[in-house]
């Protein structure tokens, strides 16, 4: 009897990364591409109508739906849904949050072809494989006092270029109010201005600058 492949759906917004992934994967004897998305939207529909063994998510897509999203409701129908993260983001806050969603790994996509086809076979196999690169960035994260939510609205006000007093108005708190959450921003992320705080955090991956479709 022949053994059943492993049936993979692949999620990102740029075609040519489809394609390759697409074509890496259709190499493998094991393995075969069950459908192609381009948003959240259209992966949580795919992963609905074919459910795939393995799905690979990339976090920045077009549309409303971001990857993070798209695992989260994925794995809302699916709980035992095995998503493999492929992205360019390399922040610890990335990679904590696709965790934290339900993600069994976390890729970048200058991953190897041979590693990808290993880690996607890990992952089926019901593995959780994690690189050095990964588990190094976690750690700086644990290691780091962690924002609040307000704190990370805050934040992304601030890297929108927004001043204190419409930062105010959207949140609809105090200018004082926001004053203190800048100024426990600052200690947290160990800087002392804004400028400075918005580049830390869309390093870790906290806020990112460029939420465009475009890649």
């Known amino acids: ?92 806050e990335d990679i904590h949050r696709a965790l934290e969603a339900g993600a069994a790994t976390y890729l970048l996509k200058d991953t190897s072809s041979d590693d990808l086809i290993r880690i996607i076979r890990e992952v089926h196999s019901g593995g959780t494989p994690l690189g050095p690169h990964v588990q190094a960035r976690l750690a700086h994260r644990r290691n780091q006092p962690a924002l609040t939510r307000r704190e990370v609205e805050v934040l992304e006000r601030v890297a929108d270029g927004e001043r204190n007093k419409e930062i105010a108005s959207d949140l609809r708190i105090s200018e004082e109010t926001v004053e203190v959450h800048l100024r426990n921003i600052f200690n947290k992320l160990g800087v002392n201005d804004r400028t400075s705080a918005v580049k830390v955090a869309s390093r870790r991956g906290i806020v990112h600058l460029d939420e465009t479709p475009a890649q």
């Open 1 to 92: 009897m022949r053994k059943s492949r492993i049936r993979v759906l692949c999620v990102d917004d740029h075609p040519l990364v489809r394609d390759g992934v697409t074509s890496a994967i259709t190499d493998q004897p094991d393995m075969e591409v069950v459908g192609e998305a381009a948003s959240g939207e259209e992966a949580v529909t795919l992963f609905t109508d074919h459910h795939p063994d393995v799905t690979l998510m990339d976090l920045r897509l077009r549309g409303g739906m971001s990857g993070l999203d798209a695992i989260r409701a994925i794995r809302t129908r699916r709980p035992d849904a095995r998503v493999v993260v492929l992205t360019m983001y390399e922040g610890d």
